[in-house]
């Protein structure tokens, strides 16, 4: 019996996804630095009282999201970098920001946090979903 190779079979190589330079800032869900109703998000999520930065919830400046244009939409997840080891990571979109802000990001956190900062030239890029077969 002649041995016979196994087929070569072509693999694409992944995706290369949009990575995107924002502004990051950190908001609280507190009715001055949001709405009437701050712990409800734009997405209709509700925010927990003892909530932190922990949670990893994100807003979006609306020219960043798919309804007014842009590439991301509420539930996706985006990998952040730039800000600082403590806060770089996996975000999941659940706000928008004010009209006002482009190219920007607000991190949700809690008023005990004390995080009051800026970071510029910081870049996110939406996470694809990895599904598997059960």
């Avoid at 734009?42 to 919830?57: C, E, F, L, Q, V």
């Avoid at 999201?65 to 080891?85: A, E």
């Avoid at 009209?99 to 996110?124: F, G, P, Q, T, Y």
Wanted: aromatic share 8%.
């Amino acid at each position: 019996m002649a041995f016979v190779p196994a087929p070569v079979i072509a693999q694409r190589p992944p995706r290369r996804l949009p990575t995107f330079t924002v502004t990051a800032t950190i908001y609280e869900a507190e009715a001055r630095q949001t709405d009437s109703e701050p712990f409800v998000t734009a997405d209709n999520s509700r925010i927990p009282r003892r909530h932190s930065s922990k949670m990893r919830w994100m807003a979006l400046s609306r020219d960043l999201l798919k309804k007014w244009g842009g590439h991301f939409d509420y539930g996706d997840s985006v990998r952040v970098t730039g800000i600082s080891p403590k806060l770089d990571g996996n975000y999941i979109i659940h706000d928008t920001m004010n009209r006002r802000h482009r190219h920007c990001m607000d991190i949700l956190a809690a008023k005990s946090e004390h995080l009051d900062e800026m970071w510029k030239n910081v870049k996110i890029v939406k996470i694809e979903p990895q599904w598997r077969a059960s």
